[in-house]
């Protein structure tokens, strides 16, 4: 997802020195000279000749290589989720637009906006911060799983919450979108019940309605 001039100079504000990225991510100060100096980790030098890395950049360097990335770093990037916006994404339109009326009637508490394909559900994420995306797998331009690894990787949006969700019948792409970040998967045809309440309990609307199954075709990320 491509970020606008604006939004990296805003966001590009906490500078740390090689020692203050050793210690974030629990190695010795070396160990982050190497990453620097092998140019695996990008950074700038100061007139002093001291390394200096920008937070945006020591979190995609951690995000490329699967490593945790520190609270700390997610808490500087991150801009604030707008808890009242839901997203759907799915290129099927009658689909999204009856998940859509769904929501807004169970959960009259949220706005919900709809995207059709990767590139328009891009653009909706980085300038609205939607607090739950509904994100369809198998979608023109950008595919779910490719979209999905790239909320996860752009910490200038906050943590969104995601429920993929697939008419395609594979373990793999459960599997590949749960690695990917989703916090849920729910396969179609969709248990609509069972869906809106993921999406409140997401949303930290309140318990679950009761009797409400959460059934095998929901996967929740520990």
């Not at 390394?51 to 995000?63: H, I, N, S």
């Not at 099927?92 to 009856?98: E, G, M, Y």
Request: some cysteine; aromatic content about 6%.
């Amino acid at each position: 997802m491509g970020k606008t001039g604006m939004s990296k100079i805003d966001k590009r504000v906490r500078i740390y020195s090689a020692l203050e990225v050793a210690n974030l991510c629990g190695v010795v100060n070396q160990t982050a000279i190497n990453w620097i100096k092998s140019g695996y980790l990008k950074a700038f030098m100061t007139p002093g000749g001291q390394f200096r890395v920008y937070a945006e950049d020591l979190v995609a360097f951690l995000t490329e290589r699967g490593m945790r990335i520190p609270a700390e770093l997610t808490e500087e990037l991150s801009a604030p989720l707008d808890d009242t916006l839901v997203l759907v994404v799915d290129d099927d339109r009658d689909l999204n637009t009856i998940l859509k009326r769904l929501l807004e009637r169970k959960l009259p508490q949220v706005r919900v906006a709809q995207a059709f394909d990767g590139f328009e559900a891009g653009k909706i994420i980085a300038e609205r911060h939607p607090a739950l995306i509904f994100l369809d797998v198998d979608l023109p331009g950008i595919d779910g799983t490719s979209l999905c690894k790239r909320i996860r990787s752009d910490a200038s949006i906050g943590r969104p919450a995601v429920i993929a969700m697939t008419g395609l019948d594979s373990e793999d792409i459960k599997a590949d979108m749960l690695k990917a970040g989703a916090d849920s998967f729910f396969q179609k045809p969709l248990d609509f019940e069972a869906l809106v309440a993921r999406a409140q309990e997401l949303l930290g609307l309140g318990a679950e309605a009761p009797g409400s199954p959460q059934g095998p075709a929901s996967q929740h990320k520990s």
